[in-house]
Structures are given as structure tokens and as C-alpha cells.
């Protein structure tokens, strides 16, 4: 059974810095396309980063370009999202997402529960 628990998210002020982390289990991320999208109320969900399944590749929505950073931890099994200079505008709930073993590249298949970022000014 494969599981996705998101956890660090938090309140905090403009610029501030939070880290995300999403622990897989019954799954082994390293290898694996995996991706952090976020959702605010009223707006439609949106990718905000990928790690790509080869060459450490990454992708990052531009409104998040220069101050979010993906990353895995495959002793872990665990995927991070590194949050800085954070803006009211990141204000969402944060979700991960990883395929299935059954196809290949980025398809998102699994998702986790989400955890709540809140940036106040």
C-alpha cells in the first residue's frame, strides 16, 4: 500500500522560511518522478515543483523560481520542499504527488493529505 504524508506546514510571516516534507511508505521515491502542488481557496490546483526520476532535473512554476528548491533524501524516503522568502501569495494547501511503478515518467497518481502554509504580512 503505498502512502504520502505531507508535514511542516505552518504560519508565518512575509519572508519567512519553512521546509515541507512528504514520507513515503510501501514506495521508494528515489528514482521516482515527484512533485509538490499547492492549492489556495477558490483557485484551481497548480504545480508548484518537480524532481525529475534521472539527473537530480528539476522544474519550478515561475512564480515560485529562485525561492522554493525540490529535493529527496533516499536513506529517509522522503521528498522536501525548501520554502524561502515566503509572500501572502504562497498562502495554500500544500500537497505531494508521485506515479505509479506501473508507468513511466511524471504521473500523478498518489497523492498525500496535504499540509496548510499560511504566510501573513
Known amino acids: 500500500q503505498v502512502q504520502l504524508m505531507e508535514s511542516g506546514g505552518s504560519s508565518v510571516h512575509t519572508g519567512g522560511s519553512l521546509r515541507l516534507s512528504c514520507a513515503a511508505s510501501g514506495y521508494t521515491v528515489n528514482g521516482r518522478c515527484m512533485g509538490w502542488f499547492r492549492q489556495a481557496p477558490g483557485k484551481e490546483r497548480e504545480i508548484v515543483a518537480i524532481?525529475?526520476?534521472?539527473?537530480?532535473?528539476?522544474y519550478y512554476a515561475d512564480s515560485v523560481k529562485g525561492r522554493f528548491a525540490i529535493s529527496r533524501d533516499s536513506a529517509k524516503n522522503t521528498v522536501y520542499l525548501q520554502m524561502n522568502s515566503l509572500e501572502p501569495e504562497d498562502t495554500a494547501m500544500y500537497y505531494c504527488?508521485?506515479?505509479?511503478?506501473?508507468?513511466?515518467?511524471?504521473?500523478?497518481?498518489?497523492w498525500g493529505q496535504g499540509t496548510q502554509v499560511t504566510v501573513s504580512s
Open positions: 504527488a508521485a506515479p505509479s511503478n506501473l508507468v513511466v515518467g511524471c504521473r500523478w497518481d498518489y
Open positions: 524532481i525529475y526520476a534521472t539527473g537530480g532535473l528539476t
